[in-house]
């Protein structure tokens, strides 16, 4: 709490009010003789790591940048194997909070802070996934905006009365975190979920009004996506193109009613146009390559990965073992899946596997016979079968209501 503190302490730092008030409330609220910096590179743009190298410089801050961009890229491809979603959300705040973190850790522990300090709400998730990971050291956590009970507006005024760099962005009309796999818009009048949004709040994604379809061929090896229309590409290079190129038929946007970890319910609106087409894409693949239980099991699979990362605990030992059935199924999830963009939209048009569980002649309507001796006249027992227990329930039903009895 304020004012037992001194030594050095480590903040997450983007530059942004909370940060900015941090710093000073670090030192004059609870003594602390230093406060270093550390802004984590998951994709954000330029103009944003600018605003925080001038802030830092104005606030008088040793400031530290760590380039998490190839981690953080790799950790969202791991999230598509495991078709990762959270109610429509494909979890790109989530990921980054505990590849952030770790990374303030590791510079918090070089340089000999005592302290961690993130500027987190305590209405939010944030707080609790970047403690996830700092409270696994001897270090104290610090969390001014909760432990205070700060408000935007207590924390404008007192910026304005301690003459704090606090400027660029949109004036804090809304609350903007963008990484390499999502773009998350919330706050102001969009808390109100009757109010429509205007496209204006959208950066990434376009109007695909009047725009020509265009396809584009993904290849995977192993769940993991690879080439774009036959070129090879790293992980992060892949998924800033495809951004780019979905992002142009204003491929994914979510408007949604999200729940949070303590049980409040929040209007959220995401881009996420790469995430988008990689989901549809790998779970196209999935279609043909995996068998019927496969699927059907790994459903519940990959939404137990998906509340785990949502929680910011991906290194939980339960992921470990999710992810020993995911890797397993993934062995056989290589191939092309052609997907196609047009008016906003993501489709799956097309899919090649030589591990394919497809047989066109056994499925196809003008074949008599299916395979291997089988043939059509071999279902009838199966459909004299189909639905015996629904009927015989019915029936006993029936009688015990015509008896009068419950």
């Known amino acids: 709490m304020p004012g037992e503190h001194s030594g050095t302490v480590a903040l997450a730092f983007s530059g942004g009010l909370d940060t900015t008030v941090g710093v000073s409330l670090l030192k004059e609220e609870y003594g602390f003789d230093e406060v270093i910096g550390v802004t984590v590179d998951v994709g954000q743009p330029d103009y944003e790591f600018e605003e925080a190298e001038e802030t830092a410089e104005a606030l008088g801050v040793d400031q530290y940048v760590v380039d998490a961009r190839e981690e953080f890229a790799d950790l969202c491809l791991r999230a598509v194997k495991a078709n990762a ?38 209405k939010g998730n944030d707080q609790l996934r970047f403690e996830a990971v700092w409270r696994d050291t001897d ?20 910026a304005k009365e301690k003459g704090l760099p606090v400027e660029g962005g949109d004036g804090g009309r809304y609350s903007v975190d963008t990484n390499i796999w999502s773009r998350s818009i919330e706050g102001s009048e969009l808390e109100d979920p009757a109010t429509i949004p205007d496209d204006d709040i959208y950066k990434w994604t376009e109007n695909p009004s009047g725009k020509a379809a265009e396809l584009v061929e993904i290849e995977f090896d192993d769940g993991i996506p690879v080439a774009l229309d036959g070129d090879q590409l790293g992980s992060v290079e892949l998924i800033e193109q495809l951004n780019e190129q979905a992002g142009a038929h204003g491929v994914g946007r979510t408007d949604m009613m999200e ?14 146009p790469a995430a988008t087409v990689l989901l549809t894409a790998h779970e196209a693949l999935e279609g043909l390559v995996l068998t019927q239980e496969e699927r059907q099991f790994k459903t519940q699979i990959d939404q137990q990965w998906s509340q785990k990362a949502y929680e910011g605990l991906i290194d939980a030992p339960l992921v470990d073992a999710l ?11 290589t191939g092309t899946v052609t997907v196609k963009l047009e008016g906003g939209h993501c489709r799956a048009v097309s899919r090649e596997s030589e591990y394919a569980v497809y047989s066109e002649s056994a499925a196809s309507f003008d074949e ?25 329930a019915r029936k006993v039903t029936e009688s015990l209501d015509g008896d009068g009895e419950k």
Not at 260 to 272: F, I, S, T, W
Not at 323 to 333: A, M
Not at 380 to 390: I, L, R
Request: net charge negative; aromatic share 8%.
């Open 259 to 272: 729940d949070r970890m303590l049980g409040l319910k929040v209007r959220e609106n995401y881009e996420h």
């Open 85 to 122: 979603d959270y109610q429509g959300y494909p979890l790109g705040t989530a990921l980054a909070r505990p590849v952030i973190a770790k990374a303030i850790r590791d510079v918090a522990i070089e340089q000999g802070a005592n302290a961690l300090a993130h500027g987190c709400t305590g």
């Open 139 to 158: 270090l104290e956590v610090i969390a001014p905006v909760r432990e205070l009970g700060l408000t935007r507006e207590w924390e404008n005024e007192y």
């Open 368 to 392: 008599e016979d299916v395979s291997g001796g089988i043939t059509q006249q071999d279902a009838t027992g199966v459909a004299k079968y189909h639905g015996f227990q629904s009927r015989l």
């Open 323 to 333: 992810e020993g059935f995911i890797d397993e199924t993934q062995e056989r999830v």
